[in-house]
């Protein structure tokens, strides 16, 4: 399974992307920042390498947007999480798979960035205050694996200059404590962390446009797989590929050890 900030599907299918899809064949592909509308993708991008999608956009043409493409056919299509100011953004998408005595979910979320200035940080932080007893709720229902763009750095380990960077967006302390409530209090597992609980610099999977940022490795870990402990149980192997350039972001694929 695997995740990806596009920066803009048309940007990222001219890089390659689908090639890549077909020769990794991924179970199921979990995009963010599809940058696109209903229109921009009808008879373009509504399969990507055999695999269909199901796609949450934002009202606001060329801005956030969500989505999956799988082989699989869900039991159900959840389109945001219940808040109207986050939903007109487009930025939550849940499949369910739901059998007799099972019921799972897969999510794509791109959590918003506080970068561009205080009124976008303040409505993060409403994001997160909001997002947060959903996914715990959820928690409680269902198994669910979330993958998205999280914007949010959790530990020193997870970005190269974090010195100098406790003062920004990404990697501010109330931040990362709302990170690590939902790990430690909620009970939600960083599959990520789990199988690499040391990793520092392979671990990065975004970088800023500036100076030589990619080149030189200066990244962030924002993009995460965050489960439910029954299936983050199941995981086996994770990658973070960055032989080809999509986006500024890398895709991060996680296997577990088992079928939807």
Same mark, same amino acid.
């Given at each position: ?52 999608? @199901? ?25 945001? %999480? ?6 007109? *953004? ?6 369910? %798979?739901? =059998? ?23 409505? =993060? %932080? ?12 959820? =928690?409680?229902?269902?198994? @669910? ?5 999280? $914007? ?21 302390? *109330? ?20 199988? =690499? ?11 800023? $446009?500036?100076?030589?940022?990619? +080149?030189? $490795? ?11 402990? $029954?299936?983050?149980?199941? +995981? ?25």
């Amino acid at each position: 399974m695997t995740s990806l900030n596009l920066n803009g599907i048309r940007s990222a299918h001219s890089k390659g992307l689908e090639p890549w899809l077909q020769a990794h064949a991924p179970d199921c592909i979990c995009v963010q920042e599809v940058k696109a509308q209903a229109d921009d993708v009808r008879d373009r991008f509504e399969s990507l390498a055999g695999m269909k999608a @199901y796609f949450h956009f934002a009202e606001k043409k060329g801005y956030s947007g969500v989505g999956i493409y799988t082989w699989h056919e869900p039991s159900d299509v959840i389109l945001g %999480f219940g808040s109207p100011e986050f939903d007109a *953004e487009g930025r939550y998408v849940e499949l369910r %798979f739901d =059998k007799p005595g099972t019921k799972l979910s897969i999510i794509s979320c791109y959590f918003p960035s506080g970068s561009s200035g205080e009124e976008r940080q303040q409505a =993060k %932080f409403r994001f997160l205050d909001l997002i947060y007893p959903h996914l715990t709720q959820l =928690k409680n229902e269902r198994d @669910y694996i979330l993958c998205g763009d999280v $914007n949010i750095a959790h530990k020193e380990i997870d970005l190269k200059n974090w010195k100098s960077n406790q003062k920004n967006s990404g990697f501010l302390p *109330e931040e990362r404590a709302w990170m690590t409530k939902l790990l430690d209090e909620a009970g939600m597992v960083d599959v990520y962390r789990k199988l =690499k609980p040391t990793a520092t610099d392979e671990a990065y999977t975004w970088w800023s $446009n500036r100076g030589q940022a990619y +080149a030189k $490795n200066v990244g962030w870990r924002l993009d995460y797989h965050l489960a439910t402990p $029954n299936l983050a149980a199941l +995981a086996q192997s994770e990658s973070i590929y960055k032989g080809e350039k999509f986006s500024d972001h890398a895709p991060i694929t996680i296997e577990y050890g088992t079928q939807l």
